[in-house]
């Protein structure tokens, strides 16, 4: 019945003990071991009996299949048919491989960058099965950012008056004599975004024969040359 039922070419032996009414059974397995594991024999029970399946090995190695569903760590004690300890195994279980399918990268880092700024994007690396969040630590050498310098030498005569123009975009005039050093910097900010300004004059205002260093600190990558309104005011570039 046991051949017919579970494969017509499996091969068992079969003993019995005990009495017609009272007795135990005992099936061994003697091929196909993977199959009976993997859908093993199970036994009805009814009112009037109590019966007891035991799964013991005997003439031959048993697979035995079995699935852990949290990562820790495990003892597993493999019993006799009188439950008495035959082995004690302790079975770690970690994560399994990530996997691409269930994994997620995301942040601003991945579509926007600054050149010579850092940048910053997130990977959740996930496995199969689990839904855990783990951390992946990486490792680039940055460089220290090169900001732009340029400058301009004012020829002009006292009182002139001249503007510049950067990326299309144009300063408020600025008069020799008469602009001071802290509200040049502000019209220039307009346009060029944050800067640091040095000066080799001494008087508050810029004057004629001043030489003006601009360092650019909001701009970033391949910065064009300013452009003045006045042939008497000559601009260069320091450190391109």
Not at 65 to 80: A, F, Q
Not at 187 to 202: K, T, Y
Not at 225 to 231: L, N, P
């Amino acid at each position: 019945i046991i051949a017919d039922t579970k494969n017509p070419s499996i091969v068992t032996r079969v003993t019995k003990t005990g009495s017609t009414t009272e007795g135990e059974w005992v099936i061994t397995f003697l091929s196909h071991f993977d199959a009976w594991s993997q859908s093993s024999i199970d036994l009805i029970e009814n009112e009037s009996s109590c019966l007891t399946s035991y799964k013991f090995a005997s003439n031959g190695v048993y697979p035995v299949h079995y699935t852990l569903w949290k990562t820790g760590l495990y003892e597993l004690r493999v019993l006799s048919r009188n439950n008495e300890p035959v082995s004690s195994h302790t079975v770690e279980v970690l994560n399994g491989a990530p996997s691409p399918f269930t994994s997620r990268v995301s942040g601003r880092g991945l579509t926007v960058a600054n050149s010579g700024e850092l940048s910053t994007f997130y990977l959740h690396m996930r496995d199969d099965h689990q839904r855990e969040v783990q951390l992946i630590r990486t490792r680039i050498d940055l460089f220290e950012p090169v900001y732009e310098m340029q400058s301009f030498e004012i020829l002009a005569s006292f009182g002139e008056s001249f503007k510049f123009e950067f990326r299309g975009e144009v300063t408020g005039s600025i008069t020799v004599g008469v602009t001071s050093l802290y509200d040049l910097k502000v019209l220039l900010e307009q346009v060029f975004g944050q800067i640091n300004l040095m000066s080799s004059g001494e008087e508050d205002a810029i004057m004629t024969g001043d030489k003006v260093h601009i360092t650019f600190l909001g701009q970033m990558g391949d910065i064009p040359q300013i452009i003045s309104s006045s042939i008497s005011i000559v601009v260069e570039t320091i450190v391109d």
